[in-house]
């Protein structure tokens, strides 16, 4: 089997095991990392590799990237103890193929390989190299389609006169005043004469102010105070 190409005088050649389990699969089945260990110890025997350390996180989600045996895990690999991550199943690992793509990415640039038993990710081989290539594809596609229905999404709330984008802000002095003013009887034509007058700029950032837009902020503050 073809290894990565580590520096000898750093790496400690070996498997570093990676499983998990979630809270639910935590609660129903109290076996399911037992399980998961013993394949990857099975398989280091088959290849004649010693197991270094298994990193097991117990009732965490696979959507959480960030997660501490697995950052153990990945930092070990990192400073040269073990060659490779090994997971019995890789949606132990993750079920995002943008996150797998990341983690091959992330082991060719550090030099240590990933495997993953159930599926043909075994990037120590050619083989498994080459689907490493075609799950990165995929994971383009993926990004890709991601924002296609993003852009998509905002187009369509565009055409039914949303605004997007995070709503400007006035400071709380200016809408003070609006409030103030009109409650003492002034018009909405006087009020917003009156900030164009002492150039206060808009919530847009604009130098012109309309008496509609002065009594839509009078009124939006009424229903905040309600």
Excluded: C
């Excluded at 996180?57 to 501490?68: E, F, I, N």
């Excluded at 040269?80 to 993750?94: E, I």
């Excluded at 852009?151 to 200016?174: E, F, H, M, T, Y």
């Excluded at 900030?195 to 509609?212: F, I, K, M, Q, Y």
């Amino acid at each position: 089997m073809a290894r990565p190409r580590r520096s000898a005088a750093t790496a400690t050649p070996g498997i570093v095991g990676y499983i998990r389990v979630s809270t639910y699969e935590l609660a129903t089945s109290g076996l399911a990392l037992e399980a998961q260990q013993a394949a990857i110890r099975a398989n280091a025997q088959s290849r004649q590799m010693p197991v270094l350390a298994i990193h097991s996180d117990a009732g965490v989600s696979a959507r959480l990237v960030d997660r501490p045996a697995l950052s153990d895990a990945l930092a070990s690999l990192a400073a040269g103890h073990g060659d490779v991550l090994m997971v019995a199943k890789l949606d132990r690992l993750t079920r995002s193929v943008l996150d797998a793509t990341g983690l091959m990415v992330r082991a060719e640039r550090e030099g240590w390989g990933l495997v993953a038993l159930d599926v043909a990710v075994d990037t120590t081989t050619p083989q498994g190299a080459a689907m490493a290539q075609v799950l990165a594809v995929f994971a383009e596609f993926e990004r890709r389609l991601i924002g296609q229905r993003t852009k998509d999404a905002l187009a369509v709330r565009r055409s039914q006169g949303v605004k997007l984008g995070r709503p400007p802000v006035l400071p709380a002095a200016i809408v003070s005043r609006i409030a103030a003013q009109r409650r003492s009887g002034a018009t909405w034509a006087s009020i917003a004469a009156g900030l164009e007058r002492d150039a206060v700029p808009t919530a847009h950032g604009g130098s012109r102010w309309h008496a509609n837009t002065v009594r839509k902020i009078f009124l939006a503050n009424e229903r905040s105070a309600a």
